[in-house]
């Protein structure tokens, strides 16, 4: 039994996650800190954040509601690495660790949702 939302494998996935997005952004140009920088910053610590959120709150359903908002984050996450690497921003190799993690991180994501919601 899951006592924290810290316990879940999920949430420390997702935290990695905000660490390596943190770091990567660093390499995009001074005129992207207020836009896209910012973006990703953000939709990274959405994902954590709504994990903990929602396994936090009252009912299977709601947890299952904050799951799958930070699965949204989690693509808008994956979207902006792709723009970053399209704008040659970074290197595909740069961006590799951030779309690995973030794609094991939305399999972790549908999965759990789909176990919370397919609970009688």
Known sequence: MVSSYKDLVVWQKAMNLVVLTYRVVKLL???E?????????????SIPSNIAEGQSRNSTKEF???LS???G???ELQTQ?????YLSYMTQEQAQ???????EVSKMLS??????????
């Open 29 to 31: 140009p001074k005129e």
């Open 33 to 45: 800190t207020y836009a896209l920088s910012d973006q990703m910053r953000r939709a990274a610590v």
């Open 64 to 66: 299952a509601n904050f």
């Open 69 to 71: 908002i930070a699965k």
């Open 73 to 75: 984050s989690n693509a």
């Open 81 to 85: 690495c792709m723009i970053c690497v």
């Open 97 to 103: 660790p951030i779309l690995d993690l973030s794609e």
């Open 111 to 120: 999965s759990l949702i789909q176990k919370l919601t397919t609970k009688h």
